[in-house]
């Protein structure tokens, strides 16, 4: 029996490659938790957060795009369309870039000398970021994953050796040196030279550009706002507090994502192909196989700290337990949801999408106001998790309808 995905080997690469970068933001986590002061790693999250904000833009305009309309294609048709990507990401970095490094710099609250050094850094983070996912991206579209490894295998090497040596000198890690680190780290790993680019196909690109972009927005409010609204309540400590706990299930998260490098491009291929029935088995195995895994993965971790692991902890962070559960039951159903999201990319249902996280983030902004403001702010991950179980509901049951309608008319064509 042919295996429902294909190419096991390529899966265990890749999550092996996920757990490589979980590795080193656990590290980088870590070493703030215990070596720098809260506010420190707060200030970390809060523009590490808007890092976040623009990968997602670079994968609305760049990866997504890439990856539906790339595995579509073979040869010499595939090259050329990945070079004139890597034409539309350049200039778009650079303007992504100069957004955040400038708003850093302005933030009115705190030294405005302190915040242009942190700018900087924040530029240099940002074309770091792009350019590595870009080489990731055209990685796992080449079913190239062993390659994507090796290369991320480099950026880890020179991110520990960087920050070391910073730990070694100054023994704490600063919110600027580690974004510059980091950022350094991604150019030199992700760094190519563009052959002549071709004005991008519009026609092509901009109705799924239109949804995916603004679905960007919403999806990070609804996912990844959380470090400013805990800010808000209870100050940088409080978004480190959050940001700390999210730290111990952050492998389920990189689990999922390293599957859903892999099932993507296979799904477009199998769309491809006029078998829909083969993408939507890929999907609900790799959903049961992820749920599975991630419900493990918690009570290992919770065990451990029933047998006293939490006390291992620094003292000022020895009141996450509670944001930890949060965290892992917020993961849980943000994994399963993924892979509908992933499913749904595949037939390129970006206007269903945008919809589905338009109406549900009207629902999880209110409802991690109103659990961080009642309840505490460790309960904003509650609401948060609220939020993903409405839009997992709905996502899941679209793919089915529109893998159900593709399946109807193959079969209707004589293709059954």
């Keep these: 029996m042919r295996p429902l995905l294909e190419g096991h080997g390529k899966v265990a690469v890749s999550v092996l490659d996920q757990l490589l970068l ?25 523009v590490f957060g808007f890092l976040l904000l623009l990968s997602g833009i670079q994968n609305a305009l ?20 990945i070079e004139d990507m890597y034409g539309v990401q350049t200039a778009a970095c650079v303007v992504a870039a100069l957004v955040l490094g400038v708003g850093v710099w302005l933030w009115p609250v705190g030294d405005r000398h302190g915040h242009l050094v942190l700018g900087a850094a924040a530029v240099v983070a940002v074309f770091g970021s792009w350019m590595r996912e870009f080489r990731r991206t055209e990685g796992f579209l080449e079913q190239r994953p062993t390659s994507v490894l090796r290369g ?113 491009p296979q799904a477009g291929e199998k769309l491809a192909d006029s078998d829909p029935e083969a993408a939507l088995a890929m999907a609900r195995t790799g959903a049961l196989q992820l749920f599975v895994v991630g419900l493990g993965y918690g009570v290992l971790l919770l065990g451990f700290g029933a047998l006293g692991g939490w006390r291992l902890l620094p003292a000022q962070y020895s ?30 249902a970006f206007k269903q999408l945008f919809s589905f996280s338009v109406v549900t983030a009207l629902a999880t902004v209110p409802l991690m106001i109103v659990a961080g403001r009642w309840l505490g702010p460790e309960f904003i991950i509650l609401g948060m998790a609220l939020g993903e179980g409405l839009l997992a509901a709905v996502s899941w049951r679209q793919l089915l309808l529109v893998s159900g309608r593709v399946g109807a008319k193959r079969a209707s064509l004589g293709f059954a």
Aim: proline share 5%; hydrophobic share 55%; with cysteine.
């Design 62 to 81: 760049v990866n997504t795009p890439l990856t539906a309309n790339g595995s579509k294609l073979t040869g010499e048709a595939r090259a050329r369309f």
């Design 319 to 348: 009141g996450i337990t509670t944001p930890i559960v949060l965290w892992w039951v917020y993961f849980l159903v943000s994994s399963t949801r993924g892979v509908a999201t992933v499913g749904l990319i595949a037939h390129l």
């Design 22 to 46: 979980s590795a080193l933001n656990l590290l980088i986590g870590a070493a703030f938790v215990a070596l720098s002061p809260k506010e420190e790693y707060g200030n970390y999250v809060l």
């Design 152 to 264: 991320d295998l480099t950026y880890v090497a020179l991110c520990c050796g960087a920050l070391a040596v910073e730990l070694a000198v100054r023994h704490r890690l600063s919110a600027t040196t580690a974004l510059l680190w980091v950022g350094l780290a991604g150019i030199l790993t992700g760094l190519r030279r563009p052959r002549a680019v071709r004005p991008p196909d519009w026609a092509l690109l901009g109705p799924q550009v239109r949804w995916t972009l603004p679905n960007v927005v919403v999806t990070w409010l609804q996912g990844n706002s959380f470090p400013y609204f805990a800010a808000i309540i209870a100050g940088t400590r409080g978004a480190a507090d959050l940001a700390a706990a999210r730290l111990f299930v952050m492998p389920i998260s990189l689990l999922a994502v390293g599957w859903a490098r892999v099932f993507q």
